[in-house]
């Protein structure tokens, strides 16, 4: 067996425990919590290795702070897990229950997954988050993190089995490829025989590898291609700061802006408030040609993938469109099926816009980046389902859980 292969067997030995543990699984994330505090300093100190191994290897500014630990930010982390711990627990949860004409009386309930793999990107939070999260559902996860934080990950989760250990479940509830090779990538998303599910949360290229290679069935996540749309009724005023803190107050975020689109009759006076609010982070703006002639050789032109590109920066595409239709037919073709926004005071523009957009967030005169579980009191999640099967939207608990029916009879034969 191939070191994955192990890796595998054993966790999904532990899932057969993870299944009836209960209790004991807050007893384990209460633990992970307290060790994440207490081993800070080793957190951090691997953290620095990880950083500066980033600078060398030149990732933007963006890309070190999403890699950045620091003592506030495990702290948030192990908060993270405590509200996990805090959550109801989604197992065994009755979905619907009825009794037949024959007298079978069936139950539908949530039950784990049993084993889950995660591939992720340069968030080493992700570590703790994402194995709090398969605990709790009561399913074991084998973590695949990239190179830049991989001294950050091994820290983590070395401290988190030691925890699961402590109360007495299997360390293998939680594990970590420690190999960042293309190759280990590659065998964990075929690796059928032990893994029930899949789940890719990164960018667009790792989210794309992972829907062409893997034998196991896959959850996408994350690629945000997030839009605001500024209708001919807007308040300018809230538009531009609503469009402020959806691309600058973290644009290396799946649910930050990439692109603004403007109805024509109210460009004119809304893209110099807008950029005016930009400028503020000094944010680029790649513009089409009736942009430019508004706000000037300050924009660079845009090109077509400029609208389709994810920037996870301080860039922003920006179009103006002839109409509500204009602004859908732009998203049916661009969008990425994350979030999206319309800045309105017209009830039917609304109305056509929540109708007629299809992905999983769609916003009235609010800012995209309140897709998260968190802030939509569903507690921590484990990313954004861009898709339609089985989960849409952010993956809290219940969205990682599967179902069985229970049948009770006292007989009854067909």
């Given at each position: 067996?191939t070191?994955?292969?192990?890796?595998?067997?054993?966790?999904?030995?532990?899932?057969?425990?993870?299944?009836?543990?209960?209790a004991?699984?807050?007893?384990?994330?209460?633990?992970?919590?307290?060790a994440?505090?207490?081993?800070?300093?080793?957190?951090?100190?691997?953290?620095?290795?990880?950083?500066?191994n980033?600078?060398?290897?030149?990732?933007?500014?963006s890309?070190?702070?999403?890699?950045?630990?620091?003592?506030?930010?495990?702290?948030?982390?192990?908060?993270?897990?405590?509200?996990?711990?805090?959550?109801?627990?989604?197992?065994?949860?009755?979905?619907?229950?009825?009794?037949?004409?024959?007298?079978?009386?069936?139950?539908?309930?949530?039950?784990?997954?049993?084993?889950?793999?995660?591939?992720?990107?340069?968030?080493?939070?992700?570590?703790?988050?994402?194995?709090?999260?398969?605990?709790?559902?009561?399913?074991?996860?084998?973590?695949?993190g990239?190179?830049?934080?991989?001294?950050?990950?091994?820290?983590?989760?070395?401290?988190?089995?030691?925890?699961?250990?402590?109360?007495?479940?299997?360390?293998?509830?939680?594990?970590?490829?420690?190999?960042?090779?293309?190759?280990?990538?590659?065998?964990?998303?075929?690796?059928?025989?032990?893994?029930?599910?899949?789940?890719?949360?990164?960018?667009?290229?790792?989210?794309?590898?992972v829907v062409e290679?893997?034998?196991?069935?896959?959850?996408?996540?994350?690629?945000?291609n997030?839009?605001v749309?500024?209708?001919?009724?807007?308040?300018?005023?809230?538009?531009?700061?609503?469009?402020?803190?959806?691309?600058?107050?973290?644009?290396?975020?799946?649910?930050?802006?990439?692109?603004?689109?403007?109805?024509?009759?109210?460009?004119?006076?809304?893209?110099?408030a807008?950029?005016?609010e930009?400028?503020?982070?000094?944010?680029?703006?790649?513009?089409?040609?009736?942009?430019?002639?508004i706000?000037?050789?300050?924009?660079?032109?845009?090109?077509?993938?400029?609208?389709?590109?994810?920037?996870?920066?301080?860039?922003?595409?920006?179009?103006?469109?002839?109409s509500?239709?204009?602004?859908?037919?732009?998203?049916?073709?661009?969008?990425?099926?994350?979030?999206?926004?319309?800045?309105?005071?017209?009830?039917?523009?609304?109305?056509?816009?929540?109708?007629?957009?299809?992905s999983?967030?769609?916003?009235?005169?609010?800012?995209?980046?309140?897709?998260?579980?968190?802030?939509?009191?569903?507690?921590?999640?484990?990313?954004?389902?861009?898709?339609?099967?089985?989960?849409?939207?952010?993956?809290?608990?219940?969205?990682?859980?599967?179902?069985?029916?229970?049948?009770?009879?006292?007989?009854?034969?067909?």
């Amino acid at each position: 067996m191939t070191q994955l292969e192990i890796m595998g067997a054993n966790a999904k030995k532990a899932a057969r425990v993870l299944m009836n543990a209960g209790a004991k699984k807050d007893e384990a994330l209460k633990a992970i919590a307290k060790a994440l505090r207490e081993n800070s300093q080793a957190i951090i100190a691997a953290n620095d290795i990880d950083i500066e191994n980033g600078k060398k290897a030149g990732l933007t500014a963006s890309l070190l702070d999403r890699l950045k630990l620091d003592e506030g930010r495990i702290s948030g982390m192990a908060d993270g897990v405590e509200q996990v711990a805090a959550q109801p627990d989604p197992i065994g949860r009755v979905i619907e229950g009825r009794t037949l004409k024959n007298g079978l009386q069936i139950e539908k309930i949530t039950v784990p997954m049993g084993v889950i793999g995660i591939i992720y990107e340069a968030r080493p939070n992700v570590t703790s988050d994402a194995a709090a999260l398969c605990l709790k559902a009561g399913s074991a996860v084998i973590l695949r993190g990239g190179k830049e934080a991989i001294n950050s990950n091994k820290a983590v989760m070395s401290v988190m089995r030691d925890a699961v250990e402590s109360v007495g479940l299997p360390r293998d509830c939680v594990a970590l490829v420690e190999d960042t090779s293309r190759q280990s990538a590659t065998e964990l998303m075929q690796l059928s025989d032990y893994l029930d599910v899949l789940i890719p949360r990164g960018g667009a290229g790792l989210i794309k590898s992972v829907v062409e290679n893997a034998k196991v069935p896959v959850i996408e996540t994350g690629v945000g291609n997030c839009h605001v749309y500024v209708d001919a009724s807007a308040d300018i005023d809230m538009a531009a700061k609503i469009i402020f803190n959806a691309k600058t107050q973290r644009p290396s975020v799946c649910n930050a802006i990439e692109t603004v689109l403007v109805h024509k009759d109210i460009a004119e006076k809304a893209l110099p408030a807008i950029k005016a609010e930009l400028d503020k982070k000094n944010v680029e703006l790649r513009g089409c040609e009736r942009t430019r002639g508004i706000l000037g050789d300050c924009v660079v032109p845009a090109t077509e993938n400029d609208y389709a590109v994810e920037f996870l920066d301080y860039i922003l595409a920006v179009k103006v469109v002839d109409s509500i239709d204009d602004a859908l037919d732009h998203l049916a073709k661009y969008s990425t099926g994350h979030s999206e926004s319309i800045i309105t005071s017209d009830y039917a523009a609304a109305n056509k816009f929540t109708s007629g957009v299809d992905s999983a967030a769609v916003y009235v005169n609010a800012s995209t980046r309140f897709t998260d579980g968190g802030e939509f009191g569903l507690g921590a999640e484990i990313g954004i389902s861009t898709q339609k099967l089985h989960a849409r939207g952010p993956m809290g608990l219940n969205e990682l859980t599967s179902m069985k029916f229970i049948i009770r009879g006292n007989g009854q034969v067909r």
